[in-house]
């Protein structure tokens, strides 16, 4: 079907007009339409866990399940609209926010075809995953990329560390089972590795504990070794916190011989004297 | 009434001593009042947990109410002394400080018109408020609103990190309620929230703990994961505290020789002796 | 009675000798005798650890009670050879070291006068501060000052940090004792509150734990403010702590104004001009 | 056996492939050596542990009991192979990770000889230890070393530390065996000695916790001072990763304009363009 240039020019208006609305958040409309999603998403979750709470479940289950669908129906509206009102509809499907709204509301459709209760149970906890929508109107996205910054940038630092943790938990999590034995709850390794691991993280449950005097020696050796070494992931991400917000490095490399990472104040090229152009503040 | 100029002038003198008692602690008055007032304070306070220890109650119930209404008396007469000294006394009676004040006195007075024992004990937990008063003792207050800018400064990190937990918590919660079930104590998903966040914040109580090898597998999981994202605010409070205490520079040169790094204070260079441009205050 | 000169000179030599041999540590006699005083420590703690296991005393019993005789006498010799080669074992017998070294000899010779057993446990425990005199040798004095120095220099901020612990705790320990009761282990006030600090150090026994919806709600609360409030102290020590390491400033006052805080590189006073006397190197 | 020159040629070119393969992995062959040694690592790892599970022995016994056979006489081999190929086999069977390779395959063997099975178990967990070897393939050997010179540049520190946690422990734990008694889980002086390790590290597991009123305000006290100790291990390794990652900056002044702060690797004045003194390594 081939439009009229003026019915085109209506639809492209309109389109735009909705990409506004549903994407942007600066206009009025837009803002109310970012609000209300907000508030429904953070309704449709709290249906889903009013309607794991068995007593709530007895008396007020068959309004739950209209709730959940009411609001399933709505966000299939809202990513159908999303879809037709972006430029290239393909490359928001398979973004990751597009995944996250099309695996929102794909839970209670697939609750229809497949009636096992098990397997529908597995299934609605995907829709939990569309609390990450509510980022979106976060307008801290500046500290949040500080953040992650900082957390990258002490990566390798962090799996270090966390390769050291796994194999200290799986020696100290086989030498408990050794010494305690299955009597005393240790009644495999890899469940005295998940002892170990709740052990040294200080999260300490209590449903197993060392009981002979050789198990409770060696156990606080892993906590005092577990409260000593939660001070490095600590450092790691501190000094790197710490150094992203100290000395200002330019972003301008040396218009002479392109060496980068001059200081923001330096007027000359440090290493071939060439003057550098004058920064411009950006922020 | 109209009062005579001598007596209006009495009255003045008699109301600015006792401000000077009763708001302030730079004479030997007004230093007695405050720390026999923090005294009275926690003995008040004193008396209504022990009023709570049933086996005390039974015995020296009689002797904790008269307790309770001396002291409820007292500092509705201290009360009534502080908005007549005041200059404006509506201003102080709708400031923090002032509400707290009398919330600190209404319970008592509230329990005799309601004699509802459930009533009376929710309100009477609001006189632990009081305990805030002891605050205005303390001569730290510099060093409090260090802490509580730091705090401030970083409040958009923390409000991110608590969003990235709160997030993490509903999923984890509702992961281990679908695997563990409701025979291990994961009744419901607000129980398996709550649930995730005893364990996420390492406190493991062990009223609840996963039975399956899964449940431990993903428990373990979120262990691990809790003790590397404890690291985060840390790392935000710390970063931002080294911050505030960083000695501020003077981001002038000596006009003579041209040394950088001179103390924000400085009026000499400190390398050859020349005066330095006043600094002018930009922030 | 009246020494000659000769045997006076002597006396002082001997009294010299042996103040070298207990009170130092760079003679080999001197090391030797400190490395033998911090075993004897160690093993006569031990022998009380062992004293109080049931199974051992019922085999070794005797053998322990003449362990801790032995030592106690030896530690007695030590105290009186200590008393007679110090200059003024007045001052010693007072000062902190000399009090612990006399209560690590009393508590023994007590239980003799006084029989009763339950009081005899409470004084031996008192011997277990024994262990601080291990650290005379520890040549770790300069680090020991730095983090001494850091924990001081933030001592006002720690205060300020526990003194809000103490109302959070107070206050929510309250709320949990009205919202749960007596029924769930919330006996009484102090108990809640009890459970508000385990709580809230991440502790988390699990003796008592809330039961109702509400106070787990709360106590979710509670997890996640304790799980943020914990980064506070550690950005306060750890911000003094590299403070510590930073920017040397110079000790030295201005010859002319009398300003303090120079920079260690610092030639002229910034604050008046003069010349500085050049730093000496001192450590 | 005297090998001809042809012979000898072709066994060193032999022997110095099979270096490249098995020690080093920047060869196509090298790589996947060790990616398949880990993954047999980890699979025998796996095997020792699912052996440990006494549902899985029951069904699969026989087949672990041959996989870990397999994967001994494999390592086996591969250690011969280590020991041929490198010039110097003293060195490497006695080098750390000569030494665990060893250690990761003698406990098969021992279980032939010696049929004890309370034995065998403590033998087979050494094997675990095969673990380390995964850390050869690690790119992450720069900022391992970062962690590890941070760590030891606070170990004199940290021992301090260490020692302050130890005598607190002791004298806490002697006075809640005094407090509590035996009747309530406080059986002797080093069980509360662990229980006061499990509070501190806020680990706590529940096993043993305070009943009395006296004991739950010590406990409290403990808890809180734990919480607060927590705080200095963090301080000084963060201090000291700060420090690591801090820029160098040289200590030269520009000859021209006397300006400083130039960064170590500068050649030439940034603020007037002058040539640089070339600084003198001193440290």
């Known amino acids: 079907m081939i439009l009229n240039p003026k019915k085109q020019t209506d639809f492209r208006r309109m389109q735009h007009r909705l990409h506004e609305i549903i994407f942007e958040a600066d206009t009025r409309a837009g803002k109310w339409f970012d609000v209300i999603l907000i508030l429904s998403i953070l309704s449709s979750v709290l249906v889903v866990m009013l ?3 068995a007593a709530v479940k007895v008396r007020y289950g068959i309004f739950l399940h209209w709730m959940e669908w009411t609001f399933t129906l709505l966000f299939t509206l809202e990513y159908l609209l999303r879809l037709s009102c972006v430029r290239k509809p393909g490359r928001y499907a398979i973004s990751f926010l597009g995944i996250v709204d099309l695996l929102a ?11 096992g209760s098990q397997y529908m149970i597995v299934i609605r906890i995907l829709r939990v995953l569309r609390v990450f929508r509510v980022l979106k109107l976060a307008p801290y996205v500046g500290e949040a990329s500080i953040l992650i910054q900082a957390l990258l940038a002490s990566r390798r630092k962090v799996a ?45 449950y209590g449903d197993i504990s060392p009981k002979t005097n050789l198990g409770q020696a060696l156990a606080s050796l892993i906590m005092i070794l577990g409260y000593a070494i939660i001070a ?13 917000g100290h000395k200002k490095i330019s972003t301008q490399a040396c218009p002479a011989c392109m060496a980068h990472g001059h200081d923001a104040n330096a007027v000359f090229c440090k290493f071939c004297s060439e ?3 004058p920064e411009k503040e950006s922020n």
């Open 160 to 204: 270090i560390f966390l390769l050291t943790i796994l194999t200290l938990v799986v020696i100290f999590g086989s030498l408990m089972y050794l010494i305690e034995g299955a009597g005393n709850g240790f009644t495999s390794i890899p469940r005295s590795i998940y002892w170990a691991i709740v052990t040294m993280t200080t999260v300490g």
């Open 51 to 53: 309607d794991s709470v």
């Open 232 to 244: 490095v992931p600590t450092g790691i991400v501190t000094a790197e916190l710490s150094r992203a």
């Open 275 to 277: 003057r550098l152009n």
């Open 105 to 115: 509301i794909l839970p209670t459709y697939l609750s229809l075809m497949l009636p």
